[in-house]
């Protein structure tokens, strides 16, 4: 009996570039335990700062690091990614643009760049629910969406992952109303495949940092799923009504809570890791920081580093 012939290989199924990804596709860094940390508010730092911050990122167990990109420049932020890649900490690229001013440059050119250096991730735009990041103008959906779609795409062309800029909780307009809107002039202007490819940029500002659910109620109601939510900032901070040792526990908890964090939330994120020390030039920030030009250290830096250290 003559031996049977090999059949050819099925060919693999087409991947259809408008189905949108699954959650599990978004990629995340190993071993995520869901913590965050925004970097100097700087966009670009010495190799001894990067050095210094990349390792103390570690030290507390930080998965993910989000940066700040001066608009389209190339290199500026190459040393801090190859060190963040090393450390196997995710890098998320913020594109810097002062006041929500229109990106400028070679967009595709920087995506492809830094995603050959390990990007997925790139926020475009921040805040368009304030004022401030208006120019002083009132804020507006379809103005907004108007410079985000295209960079969107842009984005996506050249292989990364658009992010929608992060609403400020305490906004001139309300956070989940500019969400809702968003999402829906996005479908009205038939932009569904890109938001096949699009996450959610969270600031978890105040006691609240569970705003992600109200979040995900919104995005399942206006798409039927769930987007990635990645924080790229977040915190409380001491005053009159906070002491400094309710506030490290707030912002532990909400560390703490990433262990049991529901499946579309990717990461927390505390701003910012240092000011002074790492060349920021806004002195309001200092307070902030976890380490800060006077040698003093947050305690939530220790909370951290032993919470780490167990896990």
Known sequence: MAAA????????????????????????????????????PTTQQTPEVVDRFVAEAQRMGIRWVTFLNQGTAIGENDYLVKRLREAGIMPVLRVYTDAGSPIEGDLAGMVRHYRALGVPYFQLYNEPNLKIENGGRDPDVASYLDRWLPAARVVIANGG???????????????????RETLRQLRQRG??????????????????????????????????????????????????????????RIVADAYEYMKRREPYYLAYTYWIIANGLGGGHDPAWEHQALFRADGSVHPLVDVLRSSAAIA
Request: proline share 11%; aromatic share 8%; net charge negative.
């Open 5 to 40: 012939r090999p059949q050819p290989a099925a060919a693999a199924p087409a991947l259809n570039p408008t189905a949108p990804l699954d959650l599990a596709a978004f990629p995340q860094p190993a071993n995520n335990n869901g913590r965050g940390i925004h970097w100097v």
């Open 161 to 179: 992952l658009p992010g929608l800029g992060a609403l400020s909780p305490q906004g001139d307009v309300d956070d989940l109303m500019f969400l």
């Open 191 to 248: 932009a569904d495949d890109v938001l096949g490819r699009t996450w959610l940029s969270v600031h978890n500002y105040g006691a609240d940092y569970l705003r992600v659910r109200e979040y995900d109620r919104i995005v399942r109601a206006e798409l039927g799923r769930s987007l990635p939510q990645i924080g790229t900032e977040a915190g409380i901070y001491p005053g009159p009504q906070l002491d400094q040792q309710e506030q490290t």
